[in-house]
């Protein structure tokens, strides 16, 4: 495992040593999750083709349960009544 000590940039940035970019296809732009695992931060590239299918396939779901010909507006005035 390759390992590097890092400085933390005045907005909270860091630099991911080119090798590590390179070996995972990380650019720039790339869509990343952070999660803290015990005392530290785990990054992972994030599977923007799984992300998309969890996204249609909500947005499917919510669809489906739309009240049809109704505006966003009248349909949460009419769940809230």
Known sequence: MTSKTVRIGAKGQ???QKDLRDKLGLEEGRLVEER????G????PVDV???MK???KTARSV???????LSSVEAVRRDRE
């Open 14 to 16: 860091i630099v991911l």
């Open 36 to 39: 803290i695992v015990g005392n």
């Open 41 to 44: 931060i785990l990054i992972t």
């Open 49 to 51: 083709d799984a992300l």
């Open 54 to 56: 969890r996204i249609e």
């Open 63 to 69: 669809t489906s349960a739309w009240p049809k010909r």
